[in-house]
Antibody, heavy 127, light 111 residues
Framework: QITLKESGPTLVKPTQTLTLTCTFS??????????VGWIRQPPGKALEWLAL???????RYNPSLKSRLTITKDTSKNQVVLTMTNMDPVDTATYYC???????????????????WGQGTLVTVSS | QSVLTQPPSASGTPGQRVTISCSGS????????IHWYQQFPGTAPKLLIH???QRPSGVPDRFSGSKSGTSASLAISGLQSEDEADYYC????????????FGGGTKLTVL
């Protein structure tokens, strides 16, 4: 059974750096094809993908936010950490982490998608 | 502004068939699979359809997905009141070193 849970501050001040931790169970981030991503959702607005780290330490970032984001993993602790610098009130959102599955299906196609999500954590940016 | 375009709202009466569209680009939907998520207020998104038209275990067969070119659709047949939720499409985009993109979401109302 795969579970993920986000943790971190609920309130940060403008210009501060946000550090969020995703603690997961039921899978290993050293397994080929596996990844963990971060997605956020401002109140009443759409989902926005932030970053993704793969089993092999490769990482991808939202091009619009790349300069502010860093994603790392600690396989031994089953954790993925996201840092976002220079926080602004517009960054107020619920932040989710999600398991990205990757596999070859019976037809030889590479399939990959976010299948399990954490419950999310609301981060408010305010002075 | 979301990279995948969805209508902000859709509606139908119980029993009806409703479709929700998702439009992308050649580097997103045109090349990669589309996935759909269902989200109820105050909860995390739930995977509804993956790889264009595959239902995860436990998802009713009333939900189906399709893709053609740079567009995709989610269809819900035999609409039920409990289907009232927000629906999001998502795809990998090969441009700019690769990144995930989501649609702006569609609020489905069951009248």
């Amino acid at each position: 059974q795969i579970t993920l849970k986000e943790s971190g501050p609920t309130l940060v001040k403008p210009t501060q750096t946000l550090t969020l931790t995703c603690t997961f169970s039921g899978f290993s981030l050293s397994t080929s094809g596996v990844g963990v991503g971060w997605i956020r959702q401002p109140p009443g607005k759409a989902l926005e993908w932030l970053a993704l780290i793969y089993w092999d330490d490769d990482a991808r970032y939202n091009p619009s936010l790349k300069s502010r984001l860093t994603i790392t993993k600690d396989t031994s602790k089953n954790q993925v950490v996201l840092t976002m610098t220079n926080m602004d009130p517009v960054d107020t959102a619920t932040y989710y982490c999600a398991h990205r599955l990757g596999y070859y299906d019976n037809s030889g196609y590479w399939r990959y998608y976010f299948d399990y999500w954490g419950q999310g954590t609301l981060v408010t940016v305010s002075s | 502004q979301s990279v995948l375009t969805q209508p902000p709202s859709a509606s139908g009466t119980p029993g009806q068939r409703v479709t929700i569209s998702c439009s992308g680009s050649s580097s997103s939907i045109g090349t990669n699979a589309i996935h759909w998520y269902q989200q109820f207020p105050g909860t995390a998104p739930k995977l509804l359809i993956h790889s264009n038209n595959q239902r995860p275990s436990g998802v009713p067969d009333r939900f189906s997905g399709s893709k053609s070119g740079t567009s995709a659709s989610l269809a819900i047949s035999g609409l039920q009141s409990e289907d009232e939720a927000d629906y999001y499409c998502a795809a990998w985009d090969d441009s700019l070193n690769g990144h995930w993109v989501f649609g702006g979401g569609t609020k489905l109302t069951v009248l």
